[in-house]
């Protein structure tokens, strides 16, 4: 079974500020990679999926992720952030062809003004 | 679409307790999940269906939790009784097991077992 490791659990960052949120997972297998957006008092929402093709992939609110196989690393990263951009990130992991995936702990990003 | 709907939103209950969470998946998705969120243990599975049959339930505690799929638009998660250790936010999530692999949650049931 996979694990994920997400080696922050908080990351504070001013406004405007690039980002970078890291993820890590165990196995080298063929994997699904996801990144989720959890904000105050809702669900999880996807923000971005990696199943096959190139390895940066870009999803919504300006984030984008590159998959490193070599690395087993599935890093998130934005730009420049905005105070919206407060909330938890997930990261998680599938096999190739599973439906269940493995979350990480969540890192709480918090942007300060 | 609606999104996957949860209700309740907020339950509180005595310890003993029979507790009934109710989730509507989106329409024409086959794959169901039920989650729990603690700042402890952070997000879990508890048990996955596939069209309606229960697939993976091996994250289920103990007896005193059980899931139904009785149709494709619905499914709940019982516990009885209920314990202190209970209280936590459960989360449904349903995705299409012909589309991309990514779940849809819905708001969740933040249960609190006094």
């Known amino acids: 079974a996979q694990s994920v490791t997400q080696l922050d659990s908080q990351v504070p960052v001013f406004e405007e500020a690039p980002v970078e949120l890291r993820c890590n997972y165990s196995s080298s297998v063929s994997v699904y990679l996801f990144w989720y957006v959890q904000y105050p008092n809702q669900g999880l929402q996807l923000l971005l999926k990696y199943l096959s093709g190139s390895t940066l992939v870009k999803g919504i609110n300006g984030f984008e992720a590159e998959f490193n196989k070599s690395q087993t690393s599935f890093h998130l990263r934005k730009p420049s952030v905005h105070i919206s951009d407060t909330a938890e990130y997930f990261c998680a992991v599938s096999d190739r062809g599973s439906y269940i995936p493995t979350f990480g702990r969540g890192t709480s990003l918090i942007v300060h003004p | 679409d609606a999104g996957v709907i949860q209700s309740p939103r907020h339950e509180v209950t005595e310890m003993g307790q029979e507790v009934t969470l109710r989730c509507k998946p989106i329409s024409g998705h086959n794959s169901l999940f039920w989650y729990r969120q603690t700042m402890m243990r952070g997000l879990e599975l508890l048990i996955y269906?596939?069209?309606?049959?229960?697939?993976?339930d091996s994250g289920m505690p103990e007896d005193r939790f059980s899931a139904k799929m009785p149709n494709a638009s619905f499914s709940t998660l019982k516990i009885q009784p209920s314990e202190p250790r209970d209280s936590a936010v459960y989360f449904c999530?349903?995705?299409?097991?012909?589309?991309?692999?990514?779940?849809?949650f819905g708001p969740g049931t933040r249960l609190t077992v006094t």
């Open positions: 269906f596939n069209n309606n049959v229960p697939i993976d």
């Open positions: 999530a349903s995705s299409f097991s012909s589309g991309g692999y990514e779940q849809y």
